[in-house]
């Protein structure tokens, strides 16, 4: 049984060079890569994607920071996907991450921490659909 996640490689990350090293770690732990893309959020898209964040007093920092520059979302598939991506990316904060993880690795503090992922398959299909269209993920490639 397969299972989707959505993983983005963050602004930060992305700015600092790390892209191809992170997405190897995610091929290397056995995902597949079902869509990619790079896009520059704007804010509205951004407050939409952490809606579920609205009334967090990091809310307004994580949009300005998810604004800042452009960011790769990538959708995902793997048998237990979402549980296995985390397992892949650590803990939100990178001093609790375990060592190895791409948290541990790339991240600078609990904002810039490089990457995302999803935290339920229920979430993981809504931010899926945040970026990519139906046309965009109805094939069957798999790199
Ligand atoms: P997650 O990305 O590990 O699922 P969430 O709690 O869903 O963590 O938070 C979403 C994002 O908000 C984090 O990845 C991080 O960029 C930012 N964030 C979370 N907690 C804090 C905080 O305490 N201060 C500043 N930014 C935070
Ligand atoms: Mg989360």
Do not use: W
Not at 51 to 71: K, Q, W
Not at 89 to 114: C, H, M, S, W, Y
Not at 124 to 132: G, R, V, Y
Request: aromatic share 8%.
């Amino acid at each position: 049984m397969s299972n989707k996640t959505l993983a983005i490689i963050k602004p930060d990350a992305v700015q600092k060079g790390y892209t191809g090293k992170i997405i190897a770690m995610i091929i290397n732990a056995g995902f597949k890569i079902k869509a990619m893309k790079m896009t520059h959020l704007t804010k509205s898209s951004a407050e939409g994607f952490y809606a579920i964040h609205r009334e967090r007093p990091f809310f307004n920092d994580l949009v300005t920071y998810m604004t800042s520059g452009p960011c790769i979302p990538i959708a995902l598939e793997r048998e237990n996907a979402v549980e296995e991506y985390r397992k892949l990316i650590g803990a939100t904060d990178p001093k609790k991450a375990a060592e190895g993880t791409v948290r541990k690795l790339f991240a600078v503090d609990i904002q810039l921490n490089a990457v995302h992922g999803s935290d339920s398959d229920e979430n993981a299909e809504k931010e899926i659909a945040h970026f990519f269209s139906k046309d965009e993920l109805l094939n069957n490639y798999s790199a």
